[in-house]
T-cell receptor
Framework: AQSVTQLGSHVSVSEGALVLLRCNYS??????LFWYVQYPNQGLQLLLK??????LVKGINGFEAEFKKSETSFHLTKPSAHMSDAAEYFC????????????????FGQGTILTVHP | NAGVTQTPKFQVLKTGQSMTLQCAQD?????MSWYRQDPGMGLRLIHY???????DQGEVPNGYNVSRSTTEDFPLRLLSAAPSQTSVYFC??????????????FGPGTRLLVL
């Protein structure tokens, strides 16, 4: 079974400061990894994903994440926080399936609420 | 394209009542899913469908039924609502071939309160 742990349910940063949201996963097979963002009273929107290839993945709104297999981590970073980044962020893992049986079923972490102070 | 749409946006039910949460997508996606979101627990998969006429259970299926008669629609039915089903429900869709790397597109959610 696969699982996702997000360290810190709440993270607070100042505008212009580094954003670091932590995600660790467990999976018996090489995983696909995702970060989604949820703005208040909205659905989830994909920020970025890692499937294969380069382990440093760039996403929308200046976010990036690095897949580190040895550490089973996929931490999300942004060099300089903006007020508009305030939202809840979810890390998710999908089981890789050569036979096409995973159907993109996602296992989510519990979420991290990011607050950005002026 | 409207993407993934959900109705209603908000619903209050009494214990024991039934209702159907509607979900539709206009992207011709094969795969559709229902998740529930509860504070501190992230999103959990309720049911999913890999095409018209084909559905299967996810992580937390008890108390919910689904069917998929068309590619576009994937309704979620609560036959006898319980307070434990108070949650925010999200519908999602994605394209094939189902090997796990697909992006899922989420609807805006339905907030359900069961009294």
């Amino acid at each position: 079974a696969q699982s996702v742990t997000q360290l810190g349910s709440h993270v607070s940063v100042s505008e212009g400061a580094l954003v670091l949201l932590r995600c660790n996963y467990s999976s018996s097979v090489p995983p696909y990894l995702f970060w989604y963002v949820q703005y208040p009273n909205q659905g989830l929107q994909l920020l970025l994903k890692y499937t294969t290839g380069a382990t440093l993945v760039k996403g929308i709104n200046g976010f990036e994440a690095e897949f580190k297999k040895s550490e089973t981590s996929f931490h999300l970073t942004k060099p300089s926080a903006h007020m508009s980044d305030a939202a809840e962020y979810f890390c998710a893992v999908s089981k890789q399936s050569a036979g096409g049986t995973s159907y993109g079923k996602l296992t989510f972490g519990q979420g991290t609420i990011l607050t950005v102070h002026p | 394209n409207a993407g993934v749409t959900q109705t209603p946006k908000f619903q209050v039910l009494k214990t024991g009542q039934s209702m159907t949460l509607q979900c539709a997508q206009d992207m011709n996606h094969e795969y559709m899913s229902w998740y529930r979101q509860d504070p501190g627990m992230g999103l959990r998969l309720i049911h999913y469908s890999v095409g018209a006429g084909i559905t299967d259970q996810g992580e937390v299926p008890n108390g919910y039924n689904v069917s998929r008669s068309t590619t576009e629609d994937f309704p979620l039915r609560l036959l006898s609502a319980a307070p434990s089903q108070t949650s925010v429900y999200f519908c999602a869709s994605s394209t094939g071939p189902g090997r796990g790397q697909e992006t899922q597109y989420f609807g805006p959610g339905t907030r359900l309160l069961v009294l």
